[in-house]
């Protein structure tokens, strides 16, 4: 059954699918598709209400985050709908989704990501947006240093820091340097965020995030390639 099938037969007959009790799924337990997908769509539409303005630009981002079919745009559009109009806070959704999700922090990672995405459509991302994705973040368990490593990945920061993006530190050895590359690079590599869940209609933002990753691995050894030379 494709992922769009299964959304619409699952708010069929719904009046808010967002406002109830979510199973946890545990280590052993694949995560759905549509699961990851209501995660997205549920977190996505709150965000976009964080400004106080839904724009076209982060409608039509939501969209293109996963690619949907002309079959598809139905459900998500109503999904998102939904969602923007549901009594649950985002912060009581996105502690159900910790809950759900919290044998898969790829998983969590990855809603994180698709949120940055639909954050900044509309060319920036709002002081409001900055605050929701935060508290989001806090919500599911990242640690101050993971958040900025993530928000890096999409906003940037002052100072260019490749070393945070692989989450290492500047004085690791050139064998811990590899390891943390390939450990980062296998973890958001496009299959792996398909066989942790995620639709394949978003392995455009694994593709993305892999690029990032290996811009920053090789500043990193261009950046130690200069200072080993002689007299430099």
């Known amino acids: ?16 699918p967002f406002d109830c009790e979510i199973e946890e799924c545990g280590p052993g ?24 303005v839904v724009t076209t630009d982060e409608i039509d981002a939501f969209r293109r985050v996963f690619r949907a079919p002309k079959e598809g745009e139905e459900a998500i559009a109503r999904l998102f709908n939904l969602a923007k109009e549901t009594t649950l806070g985002f912060e009581g959704y996105a ?11 790829a998983v969590l990672e990855d809603v994180l990501d698709g949120l940055f995405h639909i954050a900044k459509a509309d060319g920036r991302v709002t002081p409001a947006e900055l605050t929701f994705l935060e508290t989001v973040a806090d919500i599911f368990g990242f640690s101050e240093r993971e958040y900025r490593r993530i928000r890096m990945g999409h906003v940037g920061l002052p100072e260019d820091d490749p070393w945070l993006i692989l989450g290492i530190d500047p004085d690791i050895d050139e064998a811990g340097l590899k390891r943390a590359y390939r450990r980062i690079a296998a973890q958001n590599h496009p299959d792996a965020l398909v066989a ?35 007299g430099d």
Do not use: C
Not at 33 to 51: E, N, P, R, S, T
Not at 95 to 105: D, G, T, Y
């Open 1 to 16: 059954m494709s992922l769009w099938r299964k959304l619409t037969q699952f708010i069929a007959g719904r009046s808010d």
């Open 29 to 52: 337990r694949r995560v759905d598709h549509a699961d990851f997908a209501m995660a997205l769509i549920g977190l996505g539409a709150k965000m976009a209400k964080a400004d106080g």
């Open 196 to 230: 942790r869940g995620a639709p394949p209609e978003m392995q455009r933002l694994a593709d993305e995030k892999m690029a990032m990753i290996n811009a920053a691995y090789a500043q990193i050894r261009a950046i130690r390639t200069r200072e080993s030379r002689p």
């Open 95 to 105: 502690q159900r989704l910790a809950r759900r999700f919290r044998a898969h922090p």
